[in-house]
């Protein structure tokens, strides 16, 4: 038998003796594993710890950890939003069928605007806790710049 692969990952089996006869069996993709997006999301809320560690008393602490695991996932889906929406135009046509079209808001950038927003009142949220002038903020204000401008 031989394979021949098209570029649609098409691949069509033939044997010698039955070349009229063909097979099709899609080329297997890879898929990411389910858990792939949780080591980014470990990863940002360390970093987030490691910023606030000192800085914010451990009472306080307690209670915006809850606040800090979202701000860690909001950061996490914003990077991938990005990567995402980066070959994409702000604008989408649409056609409603009824004669009506035109151009609108990709909806993409809407949410990754509204993403972006509640990203940015978290952060706000724990540096509103730290005292005022402190390194910690000021590498808070860094994170969220970082993911402002995509660093």
Avoid: C
């Avoid at 098409?10 to 069996?25: D, G, H």
């Avoid at 909806?107 to 002038?133: C, E, H, V, W």
């Amino acid at each position: 038998m031989r394979a021949e692969v098209f570029r649609t990952g098409v691949v069509l089996w033939r044997s010698e003796k039955y070349a009229k006869v063909p097979r099709f069996r899609r080329k297997s993709r890879r898929v990411p594993r389910r858990g792939a997006g949780n080591r980014f999301y470990q990863s940002e809320l360390k970093r987030l710890q490691r910023l606030t560690k000192d800085v914010i008393p451990d009472d306080k602490r307690t209670a915006i950890m809850p606040l800090m695991s979202n701000i860690a996932f909001l950061k996490v889906k914003l990077d991938q939003a990005r990567v995402e929406l980066m070959g994409e135009s702000i604008f989408t046509e649409y056609d409603n069928g009824g004669g009506q079209s035109g151009l609108r808001e990709h909806p993409g950038f809407s949410a990754y605007n509204k993403l972006f927003t509640t990203f940015a009142r978290g952060i706000k949220q724990i540096t509103d806790m730290m005292p005022s002038g402190s390194t910690a903020a000021d590498a808070l204000v860094d994170y969220l710049n970082e993911t402002r401008f995509g660093g």
